[in-house]
């Protein structure tokens, strides 16, 4: 847990380990709120955070490819994990699907 101070809107003005004083508001120290302070603070995002979406999706292309090689079964994992897993799938089989653009080879009608 991290103690932090705040505002009178609420924000947080400041953070530490130890209570104290106007520290005594507690947050997780993985809650959202903190890492958008200490983002704000050093001005710059976490690399490491800004680089789950893409390897989101390279761990998505990579389960895809080792189920089609019969590396391993959709089945071997947990019922949440292939909920999730095809929940993820059908967004982008959806997205995919998507024609924004007409090929004008193609007939419109």
Do not use: C, H
Not at 22 to 37: K, N, R
Request: hydrophobic residues 40%; proline residues 3%; aromatic residues 8%.
């Amino acid at each position: 847990m991290v103690y932090v101070k705040r505002d009178d809107a609420g924000n947080i003005v400041a953070a530490g380990v130890e209570p104290g004083g106007d520290w005594t508001d507690e947050v997780a120290s993985d809650s959202a709120e903190l890492q958008q302070f200490t983002e704000k603070l050093s001005g710059q995002k976490d690399a490491l955070t800004d680089s789950d979406l893409p390897m989101v999706r390279v761990l998505d292309d990579l389960i895809d490819v080792l189920v089609e090689r019969g590396v391993l079964r959709f089945t071997d994992f947990p019922e949440d994990a292939q909920r999730k897993l095809f929940g993820r799938r059908s967004l982008r089989e959806q997205r995919n699907s998507l024609k924004l653009f007409v090929d004008e080879s193609e007939e419109l009608f």
